[in-house]
């Protein structure tokens, strides 16, 4: 069993910047997969960035060259940097990782508002 816990998100104007943080139980080398998804109100959740053992890293092309996905492996901590924020990016945000491809936990949720 793997517990995320976050933290980070809030209220930001337009072009602001925030860090949101998924603290692990688990090493983050047991993971196949970590991702960052969000889900506004209305919409569906989508995959925001994330990226797989020995592949590449994705990024929804909304949020590309903006938003960076990066780990901490010493503290077993997912990051996700979000630059240049907009109103858009408004929903709330969950960590996801994967062990062995098949069991999934996700983080808690975090909301982000961002004010035009």
């Known amino acids: 069993q793997v517990q995320l816990v976050q933290s980070g998100g809030g209220l930001v104007q337009a072009g602001g910047s925030l860090r949101l943080s998924c603290a692990a139980s688990?090493?983050?080398?047991?993971?196949?997969?970590v991702g960052w998804y969000r889900q506004a109100p209305g919409k569906q959740r989508e995959l925001v960035a994330g990226?797989?053992?020995?592949?590449?890293?994705n990024y929804a092309d909304s949020v590309k060259g903006r938003f960076t996905i990066s780990t901490d492996n010493k503290k077993n901590t997912v990051y996700l940097q979000m630059d240049s924020l907009k109103p858009e990016d408004t929903a709330v945000y969950h960590c996801?990782?994967?062990?062995?491809?098949?069991?999934?936990?996700w983080g808690q949720g975090t909301q982000v508002t961002v004010s035009s």
């Open positions: 996801k990782v994967v062990q062995n491809w098949s069991w999934e936990y």
């Open positions: 688990g090493s983050i080398f047991s993971f196949s997969a």
């Open positions: 990226f797989t053992t020995g592949g590449s890293t």
